[in-house]
């Protein structure tokens, strides 16, 4: 594939969908043809099927969902966003930039909900294929800053309450946990970068963690 797979990850409220706008913003300056896109289900209108099962996954009503359901439901809306989207976006040559991707679920549904990591790699194989980042940026954040900022989001949206925003301390406790433990795993391709701070500071931070996989600029 030609293209470039660039994925973010982090706990709730860390500054994910800004920092994804700022890059975009940069890469396509640079003359990048960028898609965009998110986990689960894809952007708006990118695959019906995934914005079906985020619909399941991410409503209050939906109540507690069996684990391995869970986690089955994630991966078979990344196997759509994965064969539909973001493949042949990298076939054609484009950045693709991921608001979360297969981290996610390692560190939600193993590390927090205490699955098998071996499973969930076995199913992150089976469902991505030989689709996976190049590199990926870890916005770290405490988890109290991130719930602060994510419940703020949710008041200026209308909502009152979401699946995994409700969820306990010490359940995003382990999901940071669970980042931080696959960074030190794989420090080749995940990057932390420190979400603290001025919103530009962060988004040079970014393109400093990205720069090197990045092709060269199209600009004249």
Known sequence: MNGIFITFEGVEGCGKSTQ???LRQKLESLGHDVLVTREPGGA???????????RIVLDPATGALDAVSELFLFSAARR?????????ALQGGKIVLCDRFADST???????????LNLIAETARTACGEVWPHRTVLLDIS?????????????????????????GLKFHQKVRAGFL???KSEP???????AVG?????????FDAVKDVLPPAKQS
């Open 20 to 22: 994804i706008t700022l």
């Open 44 to 54: 708006p209108g990118q695959s019906p099927a995934g914005e079906s099962i985020r």
């Open 80 to 88: 759509e966003l994965v064969s539909k989207i973001i493949a042949p």
């Open 106 to 116: 390692a560190a939600y549904q193993g590390f927090a909900r205490g699955m098998d």
């Open 143 to 167: 988890v109290e800053e991130g719930l602060n900022r994510a419940g703020k989001r949710m008041e200026s949206e209308g909502r009152s309450e979401a699946r995994f925003e409700d969820e």
């Open 181 to 183: 433990e696959i960074a």
């Open 188 to 194: 080749g391709r995940v990057k932390i970068v420190n």
């Open 198 to 206: 001025d919103v530009t500071d962060v988004a040079n931070a970014v």
